[in-house]
C-alpha cells in the first residue's frame, strides 16, 4: 500500500503549527492517527514509526508540532501549570479544522496526557486513546529525569541535537520543561479526576525500564478511565518504546487499533 506525505501549517489562535499528513492510496482511511509528541520532540523525531502505524492500520497519520516546537510558532507567553489541558483544547480545534470523523490519538509522554485530555474534554470526538510512557500525576522518578536531562543539556551534547530538530525554537522548548516540572508550584499537578471523563478506549504502553515515571503511572491510567483499558508494559526499554521495541510497539497498537475500528 503506497502513501504520500504532505506537509502544511494550520493556525490556531495566535500560533502557525506545523502538520504532517500522511495518507494512503487508493481508498479511504479506516480513521485518521493523530501522533503527539513528548516534551523535546518534533515531526521528525517519530521518524517512520507513524507511516508504519498507518499502513498496518489502514488509517491515515496525522502529526503536528506544538506551538514552540520545531517549525512552529515561538512560545507566545510563559507556560502555564495547566499547559497539558490547554493543549488538550488546541488539539480539539486542530482536529476541527482539519474535518477528522474518526480519530485515534498516540501520545507520546507530555503528548499522552494532552491526549487524555482531549478525550476528557470531548469524549464524542475521540474513537481511541493510545498513551505511551505518559503522566497523570508528577513523580520523584520524573523530577530526577529532567535533573540529568537539564545536566545533558549544559555539560552534553544535548542542546546540540535538540537544535537539529527546533532551530531557534530550542531554549524555549527545553525551558519551558524544565523550568515548568521542576517549579515547586506544578508539584502537586494531578490530573486523576479528569480520567473518569475518558470513555473510549484505552490502551496505555510503557517501558519497564522508564525513566521518567513508574507503573503506578500506567496503573492510575487503566483503574480510572471509565472505557475499555489495557496496558502493555514493554521489557528491557525506557522512556521511547515506539523507537527502541518497535516491532512489538506496532504490533500491539495495530491489534488495538483493529479491535476498536471493527467493534
Partial sequence: MNSTAEDFS???????????RISLSPGEPRAS???LHDSLGSIKLWRHFPAELAR?????????????????SPFSKPRSQSYLEEE???????IEILKLPRTILF?????????LFAAALAPEKIAAVITEGAHVFVEEITLE???????????????????KYHGDNTQGVFDAWVKTWLSPEFRSWNMQAVLPKVRCPVLV?????????????????????????????????SHTPHRDAASSVLQCCSMFISQVLES
Wanted: proline fraction near 1%.
Fill in 88 to 94: 488538550g483544547e488546541t488539539l480539539l480545534r486542530l
Fill in 205 to 237: 504502553i510503557q517501558g519497564e525500564n522508564d525513566e521518567f515515571g513508574t507503573s503506578k503511572q500506567v496503573d492510575t491510567i487503566v483503574e480510572n478511565v471509565s472505557g475499555i483499558a489495557e496496558k502493555f508494559m514493554v521489557p528491557d526499554v
Fill in 56 to 72: 498496518a492500520t489502514k488509517c491515515d497519520a496525522v502529526i503536528y508540532e506544538r506551538q514552540g516546537y520545531g517549525g512552529s
Fill in 10 to 20: 494550520v493556525t490556531i489562535a495566535d500560533a502557525t503549527l506545523m502538520v504532517q
Fill in 33 to 35: 492517527i493523530i501522533f
Fill in 107 to 115: 501520545g507520546h509522554s507530555d503528548g499522552g496526557s494532552i491526549a
Fill in 145 to 163: 529525569g529532567i535533573r540529568q536531562a537539564e545536566k545533558d543539556y549544559l555539560e552534553r551534547d544535548l542542546a546540540v541535537r535538540l537544535r
